[in-house]
């Protein structure tokens, strides 16, 4: 009996201790230490995908708007962060409208240059500039909680990031950080946005953004798959936490790092068509 207690009891030290140690680790990096990591992790060069949008209002009422998706990381050539081509493919009445972006890093001054090809005109048109909150011209995305801000990340160096602490969730250890912009302002909508990296991976999997009246403003969650040793969305979930409207955003046929050209971002392409590679 001595030593089966004894045995339990170097057990239990012996596991506080590696508590202590995974403690220890975690308290070396910092808010923003973290936010970088999680920034610069699993970044891939292109993405060509299936991007099907559901949006469900208060009312439950459901629609969908399924896309080709295609885009590249500009990775700041020529001040954009990155471009990117949608192609609808559904509802039928919309099949054909495509879409094309090059987009400036979030919090940049300058503006994005964005294109849309209409079928039943036969002709692509210059987007006039706009603020950086507006409808889009997808009249379907008129329903919708999720907009760039919250797709595409944003830039560390934006906001202040304070560590709160290190929580455990089914057995999995996530760092729970507070991000705070520096400069609060119509630019940017929120007051806080607290996020859950998981640890190991550095994912975001759950971001909560409050609103300037510290009001809960938006619950986001995600749904990883890997591929090609990458960790991409499976599924973005966005949630009104008020009048419990959703935005669901799936992802599939997804191909990587296929070294799409910066010569296929063009307005020209809207008129012929997105071909997979």
Not at 207 to 234: C, N, R, T
């Amino acid at each position: 009996m001595e030593r089966v207690t004894a045995k339990r009891a170097i057990s239990t030290l012996l596991l506080g201790m590696l508590v202590l140690v995974a403690s220890a680790v975690a308290a070396e990096l910092t808010g923003t230490e973290i936010m970088q990591r999680a920034y610069e992790s699993n970044r891939i060069d292109d993405q060509i995908a299936t991007l099907t949008f559901t949006f469900i209002d208060a009312d439950h009422a459901e629609k969908k708007v399924v896309y080709t998706m295609a885009w590249k990381n500009s990775r700041g050539q020529d001040g954009y962060d990155n471009k990117a081509m949608f192609f609808t493919e559904d509802p039928p009445d919309r099949k054909g409208i495509a879409y094309l972006g090059w987009l400036r890093p979030l919090g940049s001054s300058a503006q994005d240059d964005e294109w849309i090809y209409l079928p039943e005109m036969r002709m692509v048109r210059r987007i006039a500039k706009r603020g950086p909150h507006y409808t889009h011209d997808d009249e379907e995305f008129g329903h919708s909680l999720l907009e760039r801000d919250h797709l595409q990340p944003r830039p560390v160096e934006l906001d202040d990031h304070q560590l709160l602490k290190i929580e455990v969730v089914n057995g999995v250890n996530y760092y729970v950080v507070e991000s705070r912009p520096k400069q609060q302002g119509f630019a940017y909508p929120y007051r806080k946005v607290i996020s859950w990296v998981e640890q190991e991976t550095l994912r975001p999997m759950q971001v909560h953004y409050f609103d300037m009246e510290d009001s809960p403003a938006l619950d986001i969650s995600f749904e990883w798959i890997q591929i090609d040793g990458k960790w991409i969305w499976k599924r973005v979930t966005a949630i009104e936490p008020t009048l419990h409207a959703k935005t669901i955003l799936e992802i599939s046929d997804v191909k990587i790092n296929s070294g799409l050209s910066d010569s296929m971002f063009t307005s020209r392409l809207l008129m012929r068509g997105f071909v997979r590679p």
